[in-house]
């Protein structure tokens, strides 16, 4: 599948290739579950996807480019011996040179295993009743599969609770394992005798580990000179964070686990602040963070580090003492206070990630935007909950917001908390409705290599403090 032009590409200059084959498959939803060493500057862990494959409707709105995606294993180049690669041990000698492949865009992940997962091992399937005269059953979980991505968008937090759910179930048991490969841009994933997207398996468990030279991530020192991770994805997306479609016509959701040191603080884009837990094996701090929104997987952000809350001009006085009486190595209980972080023993992880025992009978913790328009827009878009199809979130001028900053720099940014109420406003009087319910603002070093917030190296003398 690689060729030499793709092996000598440069993600500052040119191009990305875009290597998943959108047009035969597409993931829905990504269950990410993470743990950020950042003495190691690496993230391990491992993903699981949810596949449809990609029907007729679909597939007409996604336009191949010269044959981009690869339907099956003989169209696949043989890898060439520059490159760098990762393979099962069945890959070469796999035979079968019609098996589907299903081929995610990726690159710098040491990719350790690929598995089918057994969700039918799930007990308890509340409020989910398979239709199997709508949905054809090709192999064993398929229809409960289909059945999950299919729900209607005002049982949101139910879908997602079963994405949590079969993320934990096993592996299939007594079959031959998925065989699959790396190169540069991509991972490819074969079942041996499947030829066919549509008889492919559904759910998948990919277990991997971010390199410390990986694109997708900036591993560096905060104004502080303590360590922290952010996604700087410009030259290559978030394919260097995860094994991911990155097309951005392959929109999706995704709800995600990760695990980080106590003193830490996990951003991540999603709808709902973030209550840690501690996990008691560990001492780490677990965050969940989800979206119900479709988006491409270029449009995950993360970060993580020894951020500080900014407080609001009320609290700014005795934030500052605190900040002045405060050890270099104290940081974050500002935030873990107010995140009221439970203990493992108190929830499970399908409950931990909605707060709820009950999904059916109590408030959802996002509000419901998917009943009565009530005056407000009618969207054309796919069924999810839509916060522009109601009245009062159209007219939310200003949505809640937060800013976290290096403890050095509390105090100026207190300037960019003030200003964020008139930005916000500004851009809902231009643009109309805010599309998302919350914002985080982090202030982090100068280092962007793109955009607008490049800057030339510093001085040698400055150079010695930010070392690596």
Known sequence: METDADAELDPDTDDLPLRANIEHILVRHYVLDLTVHLDRRVISGNVVLFLEPNGTEAGALVEADDQRGIASAKDVEKPR???????????????????????????????SKVEEVDITSVSGWPGCSARTDEVTLHRPGSTLAQTIMSLPSERWKLQHQLYSQCSSAPSVQDQEQLRFFTDRWSLQVRKRGVRSPHNFPQVLRIFYETTPTGGSLRWTQDQDLRSCVYTAGSPIN?????????????????????????????????????????????????????VTMPMPASTLALAVGHWHLVPTASNCASSSNKAENSAPGEGCSDVADSLQIHSESQTTRSEFAFCRSSPEDEDPVLTDYSGPLDDGISCSHGDYPCRFSEQRAMS??????????????????????????????????????????????????????????ARTPPPPSMRVALSD
């Open 81 to 111: 011996a520059s490159s760098k690669k990762a393979s099962s041990h069945s890959w070469e000698s796999s035979g079968g040179g019609e098996d589907f492949t299903l081929v995610l865009d990726c690159c710098d992940l040491s990719v």
């Open 238 to 290: 978030n394919r260097a964070l995860f094994p991911c479609m990155e097309p951005p016509v392959a929109m999706s959701t995704w709800q995600a686990v990760l695990r980080a040191p106590a003193e830490c603080v996990v951003l991540m884009s999603g709808e709902e602040q973030a209550v840690p837990r501690q996990e008691s094996s560990s001492g780490f701090l677990i965050w969940f963070y989800y």
């Open 396 to 453: 939310q001028q200003e949505i809640p917001h937060r800013v976290f900053a290096p403890l050095c720099l509390l105090q100026r940014a207190q300037l960019v908390l003030n200003l964020l109420p008139r930005c916000l406003a500004a851009a809902h009087s231009v643009l109309g409705g805010h599309p998302f319910s919350r914002l985080d603002v982090l202030i982090v070093t100068a280092g962007f290599s793109s955009l607008g917030m």
